[in-house]
Nanobody, 122 residues
Framework: QVQLVESGGGLVQAGGSLRLSCAAS????????MGWFRQAPGKEREFVAA????????DYADSVKGRFTISRDNAKITVYLQMNSLKPEDTAVYYC???????????????WGQGTQVTVSS
């Protein structure tokens, strides 16, 4: 079992920046990848970004590529999402996820955090 706790969400003006963090605990050994998903009201949860725990492979949704950057801290078993040039359409609950199974980085994940709210005002 893996527990994931997100932090760093909040209210920001359009064009501003936020940095989300996700700390993993519990049975964290052999985590293959961690990623970020988001869900806006009335919409399905969608993929945002992901990174392999070993190596530098990353993947980003087209809507955030060039604006968001995912990174990791192996020692702390923590993943970050640096969000720049935020737009109102980025408003959503952002969820951290992790998996032990090798798979494409955009695939479904096994463990989920509770989410952190990101609100971007016009």
């Amino acid at each position: 079992q893996v527990q994931l706790v997100e932090s760093g969400g909040g209210l920001v003006q359009a064009g501003g920046s936020l940095r989300l963090s996700c700390a993993a605990s519990g049975r964290t050994f052999n985590i293959y990848a961690m990623g970020w998903f988001r869900q806006a009201p009335g919409k399905e949860r969608e993929f945002v970004a992901a990174i392999r725990w070993s190596g530098s492979s990353t993947d980003y949704a087209d809507s955030v590529k060039g604006r968001f950057t995912i990174s990791r801290d192996n020692a702390k078993i923590t993943v970050y999402l640096q969000m720049n040039s935020l737009k109102p359409e980025d408003t959503a609950v952002y969820y951290c996820a992790a998996t032990r199974s090798p798979r494409p980085l955009r695939a479904q994940y096994d463990y989920w955090g509770q989410g952190t709210q990101v609100t971007v005002s016009s």
